[in-house]
């Protein structure tokens, strides 16, 4: 929405809308296939939802330039991360599951949750490699925590937030929802049959050209 001309805020707010779509075509197609944990499940709603609205009445105030430049960097830099870590989340050692680390966790989900709220697209990124170096989850696992928790839940709350605070082009949310819908559960059918590598891969071709269009302006 930004490379077809909307300013920060006002596509802010309006993908927040049409994202949750993402989140329900993901867990329609994850359903009968769900790995999700309970205890992973409340520790993204309660960490995160909170540093969404944060994250929303945080970015309002900051210039848009300065938000997209701030996005492509983040972006870009976990494609980069993900391409020298040849192993990354190819398969599944759950660590760090103790209450203390959960807490740990959580406290970087939280954060993870102000960048969902204010920069949008590079938080579920974030969450996906997050979830993967702490908790050990694998690629596939990992994505279906962000598609799902991230892309329902957290982007509903967002929207909420930035609703009342900034404009939504609502004449654009038809074909963003449709898109949304459609791609989150084409994606999701993608990522459970060809697997970990597969994922890795449009991972980080996705960051990296999408960071390369957001710094260059």
């Known amino acids: ?11 802010l707010a309006t993908h927040k809308v049409a ?8 867990a329609i197609r994850y359903w009968r296939s769900s790995r999700l944990e309970r205890e992973f499940v ?12 944060l994250g929303g009445l945080l970015i309002l105030h900051v210039p848009d330039r300065a938000a997209e430049i701030s996005l492509g960097l983040l972006t870009g830099s976990l494609g980069i991360y ?14 760090n599951r103790q209450r203390k680390q959960f807490l740990q ?13 204010s920069l949008t697209s590079g938080s579920g990124l974030f969450v996906t ?22 892309g329902l839940f957290w ?5 909420i937030t930035l609703g009342m605070l900034a404009e939504i082009r609502w004449d654009w949310l038809p074909a963003l929802l449709a898109g949304s819908l459609l791609g989150g559960y084409l994606g999701s059918h993608l990522a459970i ?16 050209l999408i960071a390369i269009k957001l710094i260059a302006g």
């Open 1 to 11: 929405m930004i490379f077809l001309g909307l300013s920060f805020s006002v596509a």
């Open 19 to 26: 994202s949750v779509a993402l989140g329900l075509g993901a």
């Open 42 to 53: 409340l520790l993204l709603l309660f960490a995160g939802l909170p540093g969404v609205v």
């Open 82 to 95: 993900s391409i020298f870590k040849p192993q990354l989340g190819q398969q599944y050692q759950p660590k």
């Open 105 to 117: 966790g959580g406290t970087v989900l939280f954060l993870l949750g102000v960048i969902n709220g």
């Open 129 to 150: 490699i997050w979830l993967i170096l702490w908790f050990g989850m694998d690629y596939q696992r990992a994505v279906a925590y962000t598609l799902i928790m991230v």
């Open 155 to 159: 982007n509903g709350t967002g929207a």
């Open 193 to 208: 049959k060809h697997g970990n590598r597969w994922i890795k891969r449009a991972f980080e071709v996705i960051t990296l």
